[in-house]
């Protein structure tokens, strides 16, 4: 059973680009959550879509957004990037209620 | 709000040491509590799943309990050996739509 995917897992911008984010997730799990990671800060919560929807937002400016497929694909879109958005990118996924969360192995976004 | 905490941030043990890691939260009534680990740089390992019904769960070494009415759970880890160094998270979901709240983690590090 394939495990959750995250694309691509290293990338480098410039301060000003934007940036997009993918996130596969298993089969048959329809709530994906997104999180940065960095060392300062630990794992902070940005936002969780469920069957297409948006069912909880973290407390993030609006340049990070997200949305998700009919799939369950989704991504995130980081826009006008800040040095400070370097990190460790991750995405949860479940099959939805209280059911176990599985990790990809995240995106290390470097904003030069 | 749900707050999570967990003690200790960071502990160094001599391999082959019974361990038990510890966490806290703030509001008793949760739908589930997960542990996780975390190597440098990847994303994060599900470790055990305890639903709000049950009161412990085990999977090889490590021995997890949930004590709702105190907000506590503790992950034990029997034999240490230095594969066991990572970070270890634990994160509770407060209903089945909620979103998970992430303890900040105890760094755990098994001396050879």
């Known amino acids: 059973k394939a495990g959750v995917t995250q694309t691509p897992r290293y990338l480098i911008k410039t301060r000003g680009q934007q940036v997009t984010l993918s996130c596969s997730p298993i089969?048959?799990?329809?709530?994906v959550s997104w999180y940065q990671q960095t060392p300062g800060q630990g794992l902070q919560f940005l936002f969780e879509?469920?069957?297409?929807?948006?069912?909880n937002k973290g407390n993030f400016p609006g340049r990070f957004s997200g949305r998700q497929f009919s799939n369950s694909r989704s991504e995130m879109n980081v826009s006008t990037l800040e040095l400070g958005d370097s990190a460790l990118y991750l995405c949860?996924?479940?099959?939805?209620?209280?059911?176990?969360?599985?990790f990809g192995q995240g995106t290390r976004l470097t904003v030069v | 709000k749900q707050e999570v905490t967990q003690i200790p941030a960071a502990l160094s043990v001599p391999e082959g040491e019974n361990l038990v890691l510890n966490c806290s939260f703030t509001?008793?009534?949760?739908?589930?509590l997960q542990w996780f680990r975390q190597d440098p740089g990847k994303g994060l390992t599900s470790l055990l799943l305890?639903?709000?019904?049950?009161r412990e769960q085990t999977s090889g070494r490590l021995n997890a309990s949930l004590d709702k009415s105190s907000g506590r759970s503790t992950l034990y880890i029997a034999a240490s050996q230095p594969g066991d160094s990572a970070t270890y998270l634990c994160?509770?979901?407060?209903?089945?739509?909620?979103?998970?709240?992430f303890g900040p983690g105890t760094s755990l590090s098994v001396i050879p």
């Open positions: 994160a509770v979901l407060r209903t089945s739509y909620d979103k998970v709240i």
């Open positions: 509001d008793s009534a949760i739908y589930n």
């Open positions: 879509y469920f069957s297409e929807t948006q069912r």
């Open positions: 305890i639903q709000s019904s049950q």
């Open positions: 949860a996924t479940r099959m939805g209620g209280a059911t176990e969360a599985f």
């Open positions: 089969s048959g799990h329809r709530s």
